[in-house]
């Protein structure tokens, strides 16, 4: 489903990114985690051409990931993507956060797209607040709208880039709630996130990145219980603790 | 603030207990006698402007003629106000045919309408009555001025005058500036060499020049361009050439919303699948432009009294034809009066205008502090 192979990135003379290569299958759900700065965002946002890439190449289910403005969009289309920060669209209402990308870039009609929308909405748990604001809902609620968000464009992969880490600690089950829900119904998903509890659950495969570079790849039972390399080691007792 | 009215509270508790007396009370000691010096600050603001009503008063109103045709009539010491009031036509629709100003009147009617249907909260409908206002008043209100098609006579525009002038050059300045300040600031922030460079020259070239200036060149610089007997419509030129300045300045004043935006909104539209122009119009814009109300009206104030400059391109706008009437041999001496309705008529418009951006900012701003309370 997605292929990295040799990807680099840098910022200026600092690369970020250095020879990665990933395989995701179909399906499959990936959790990727590593120290501050170690290049976890940058990679998942080179996934769908939010960072471009310098070397190498990235495929999201056979389509090449170019610099192309009508390719990226439609790839883009097939690939929700959740932030840390939630980026809901304060001007719109939760239904209308869910309603405009159908409707502005499939063309869907108002009453299917808000059909649509109120069972993904039922599907987080909030049916009840889709005529709010976003700022009018919690930090929980309102990653779980943007999940919902994401999901409206019926994508192949979804990416997430540290979902919970910006939430009250009393949130974060919530929102982990719904990822399992949605890894069980077979989405492939990439994750970076610290949640071990959640990697163990859910994940197929653990990918630890440290300076740019994929260190270690492994089920997460083997990775937490013997990580391979000491940088691992060493970040899995920081987490823990 | 509520602390102050707390603690004031005892030594009123006696008052006479109606309910809407102790209410002004408790204003009162709130808000004009919370401390001794606020109070004696405020008592000297009350006795200032008592003063000024009580000696501005016999003159403005109890001293004042009403009725009469010429200054001679004007025999008491208050206001000429008999100045204005015969004049009313002349000021509101300047030198317009009288048997054609039913079409001023309707479309003038039909512009408080809209305006009203797309300022007053309850009236359903905003997006329809925002888009005929946008596109089919313009072209619809300029048929029935002008007329000479369609069964209209034609009244040419040296005919135009008067308040009705005034609101002309401002709703058209402010209605036709709106896209392209908004294009232009969209341009200032694209990665677009050209677009990008055209925007900025445009907003650099017009917003360093005085609006006289412009006004100027279009009226004197314009036609030496222009092929040898064409002749160009003064007010169609004092229009572009408001306009032009006005794009520019709205463009700075949009540009300031943009970068307000975060860039995660960005960032979400573009991950979504939208491009650049579907993000800018349903996520960028209508964020930034929210942002930037006050500014707007603002800058709206300010072009409104702008328009009182196109006297130097020899309009006769509500200004210059009441200054033009007052030197009329019959009302000499009666400028004091004009320049009162005139600018009583301009702080009107533009109090009204302030006005309601308060209230759009407040209800705005309110919405956002409750929801604060909630999260
Ligand atoms: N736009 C940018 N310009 C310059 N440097 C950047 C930019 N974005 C990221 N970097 C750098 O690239 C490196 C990797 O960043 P990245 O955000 O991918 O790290 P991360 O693993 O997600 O870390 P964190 O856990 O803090 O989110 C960091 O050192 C960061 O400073
Ligand atoms: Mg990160």
Redesign the interface.
Known sequence: MIRLTGVHKSFGAFKALEDVNLTVAQGEKVVVCGPSGSGKSTMIRCINGLERHERGTITVAGQSVSDKGQEIEEIRRSVGMVFQSFNLFPHLTVLRNLTLAPMKLKRMARSDAEDLAMSLLRRVHLEEYAGRLPDELSGGQQQRVAIARALAMAPRVMLFDEPTSALDPEMVKEVLDVMIELAETGMTMVCVTHEMGFAKAVADRVVFMCGGRIVEQARPDDFFTAPCTDRARQFIQQVIH | MSTRISTAGQPFQAAPQHAWFRRLMAWARGNLFPTPFDAALNLVIVALFAWLVASMLPWALLDATWSGGSRADCTGTGACWAFVLSRLDQFIYGFYPAAERWRVNLAGTVLILGLAALLIRAVPGKRVTGLLMLLVYPPFAFWLLKGGFLGLTGVQTDRWGGLMLTLVVGVSGIVLSFPIGVALALGRRSDLPVFHGLSVLFIELWRGLPMVTVLFMAIVMLPYFLPAGMKLDSLGLAIAGIVMFQSACLAEIVKGGLQAV?K??Y??????????W?TSV??VL??AI?IVIPGLVNNSIALLKDTTLVMVVGLFDLLNIVAAGSSDPRWLGSATEGYIFVGLVFWTLCFAMSRYSHRLEHSLRS??Q???G??
Not at chain 2, 267 to 276: D, N, P, S, T, W
Request: glycine fraction near 16%; proline fraction near 8%; charge should be positive.
């Open positions: 975060p995660g909104q960032e979400a539209a573009k991950a979504l699948g939208f491009g650049y579907r349903y996520i209508p964020q929210r919405r956002r409750r929801l604060g909630v999260s």
